[in-house]
């Protein structure tokens, strides 16, 4: 079986065991968007799985994204410098976001998806540096009713603060 395999400019974070690709240029705000989703997480909380470069893999019907060894861990902090963060190895992805200036997102978008690696994953496009990008990502990922990465049966929102 031939793994299929690519390197992408971009930002993942693991959020209650989903992970979020942040795709934009360089500037774009995607390290600054990842702190801020990492920042005050707890123990449990938020993960930087890759930054500024993210492998993606297709396995198993999914797209899993890890960190370039020599970046593992990693974080650009624009003003601060490169720095050491607490990193998951590998997550699967279930939400791209790409970063755009605000006049581009759209007020009530339709749910869609784009192809990563030929699979197609669910679909936003967020201003970065507005304060509420955080919350709007975790919102996106409540909504989605994918199978939780360990292949449970919950959906992700169960593991995104969601209370029953």
Do not use: N, Y
Not at 62 to 77: C, D, F, S, T, Y
Not at 85 to 92: N, P, S, Y
């Amino acid at each position: 079986m031939r793994m299929v395999h690519e390197q992408v400019h971009a930002t993942c974070v693991a959020i209650g065991g989903a992970g979020v690709l942040l795709r934009g240029p360089s500037g774009a705000g995607k390290s600054d968007l990842a702190l801020r989703l990492i920042d005050g997480g707890g123990a449990d909380g938020p993960r930087l799985v890759a930054d500024d470069r993210v492998d993606l893999t297709l396995r198993a019907g999914r797209v899993w994204a890890q960190a370039p060894g020599p970046l593992k861990g990693l974080l650009e902090v624009r003003g601060v410098g490169i720095m050491p963060m607490k990193a998951l190895d590998e997550i699967a992805i279930a939400l791209v976001c790409d970063l755009v200036a605000p006049p581009l997102v759209e007020r009530l978008p339709e749910v869609v998806t784009t192809p990563v690696l030929d699979l197609d994953i669910p679909f936003i496009r967020l201003a970065p540096f507005e304060a509420s990008a955080p919350a709007k990502i975790r919102l996106a990922l409540r909504r989605l009713p994918w199978e939780a990465v360990d292949g449970e049966a919950d959906i992700i929102a169960g593991r995104i603060g969601e209370q029953s």
